[in-house]
């Protein structure tokens, strides 16, 4: 089992930044990744980064690419970030962090791949 609990939501203006934080714990192997994924009311979830536990390898859709930055805490192993600079209103949604092993890159932002999912956390960027 992996426990998720994210952190750090809030509400912003446009241009603003925010720093979410993802808690892990649990059996989370070696070749875990974790992903951060939104939804906003009437879309779709989708896949916003992921980042391979081991390698440290960063993956973004392109609308957040030069704007977020995943990164993980090294030194505990058990805490994953999004750091989200230069928002916009289209950023306005739950935020989720979910778990899963082996997946293939070309799947990598695809959310039914990640078996463990936290609750997530509210992110409103107003203009």
């Known amino acids: 089992q992996v426990q998720l609990v994210e952190s750090g939501g809030g509400s912003v203006q446009a241009g603003g930044s925010l720093r979410l934080s993802c808690a892990a714990s649990g059996d989370i192997n070696k070749r875990g990744v974790i992903g951060w994924f939104r939804q906003a009311p009437g879309k779709e979830r989708e896949g916003v980064a992921a980042i391979g536990r081991r390698s440290g390898n960063t993956y973004y859709t392109d609308s957040v690419k030069g704007r977020f930055t995943i990164s993980q805490d090294s030194a505990k192993n058990t805490a994953v970030y999004l750091q989200m600079n230069s928002l916009k209103p289209e950023d306005t949604a739950m935020y989720f962090c979910?778990?899963?092993?082996?997946?293939?890159?070309?799947?990598?932002?695809?959310?039914?791949?990640?078996?463990?999912w936290g609750q997530g956390t509210q992110v409103t960027v107003s203009s």
């Open positions: 979910a778990a899963g092993s082996d997946i293939a890159i070309s799947r990598i932002l695809n959310n039914s791949e990640y078996m463990y």
